[in-house]
T-cell receptor, first 112, second 114 residues
Framework: RKEVEQDPGPFNVPEGATVAFNCTYS??????FFWYRQDCRKEPKLLMS???SGNEDGRFTAQLNRASQYISLLIRDSKLSDSATYLC?????????????FGQGTILTVHP | GAGVSQSPSNKVTEKGKDVELRCDPI?????LYWYRQSLGQGLEFLIY????????KSGLPSDRFSAERTGGSVSTLTIQRTQQEDSAVYLC????????????FGPGTRLTVT
């Protein structure tokens, strides 16, 4: 089983749609969770951290379910500029530093 | 301020040749990471440097891969006797410290082995 699994998509949605991505992680000892965004042929950039109580940043909402080892990202009112690959990222337990494990990413295309 | 820079941006090499990839982290960032991203794949951790401490080399796929970080700043990833399966984008990232989870990535070096 992969340490971090995501539905690779692609998700093709019209502008204004709401879209949700899911991610599962295998190590129950993981404590820190993130969503990174990667535009086509660009480097990944931190989109948002995921907190236990869930958190929102504008049109983006992240949720964590520790019992199910499940993370989600909800994007409301999709924009063309949201088209990118969304990477689910989890800290790697058992290391003495902030080692991260990246999922393979979910591709989102928002069309007019 | 200046972000993470990497050079070259693209490298085409023949199978069997050695290549060197360079990473210049954000000034003041003590932690430096190398990753590899193959087409359609997630980021594969290669190596981690923290200041002048011994690196975590656990992700290096074979002994053809090595990396160094001189003076706690610039890092070089060397691949000897390149193989076609080494073709990928090599990404470098830095963070404020080894405990800081936000990693800032460079634009990557796209390596093609022919």
């Amino acid at each position: 089983r992969k340490e971090v699994e995501q539905d690779p998509g692609p998700f093709n949605v019209p502008e204004g749609a709401t879209v949700a991505f899911n991610c599962t992680y295998s190590n129950s000892a993981s404590q820190s969770f993130f969503w990174y965004r990667q535009d086509c042929r660009k480097e990944p950039k931190l989109l948002m951290s995921v907190y236990s109580s869930g958190n929102e940043d504008g049109r983006f909402t992240a949720q964590l379910n520790r019992a199910s080892q499940y993370i989600s990202l909800l994007i409301r009112d999709s924009k063309l500029s949201d088209s990118a690959t969304y990477l689910c990222v989890v800290n790697t337990p058992g290391t003495s530093y902030g080692k991260l494990t990246f999922g393979q990413g979910t591709i989102l295309t928002v069309h007019p | 301020g200046a972000g993470v820079s990497q050079s070259p941006s693209n490298k085409v090499t023949e199978k069997g040749k050695d290549v060197e990839l360079r990473c210049d982290p954000i000034s003041g960032h003590t932690a430096l990471y190398w990753y590899r991203q193959s087409l359609g794949q997630g980021l594969e951790f290669l190596i981690y440097f923290q200041g002048n401490s011994a690196p975590d080399k656990s992700g290096l796929p074979s002994d053809r891969f090595s990396a160094e970080r001189t003076g706690g700043s610039v890092s070089t990833l060397t691949i000897q006797r390149t193989q076609q399966e080494d073709s990928a984008v090599y990404l470098c990232a830095s963070s404020l410290s080894g405990f800081a989870y936000e990693q800032y990535f460079g634009p990557g070096t796209r390596l093609t082995v022919t």
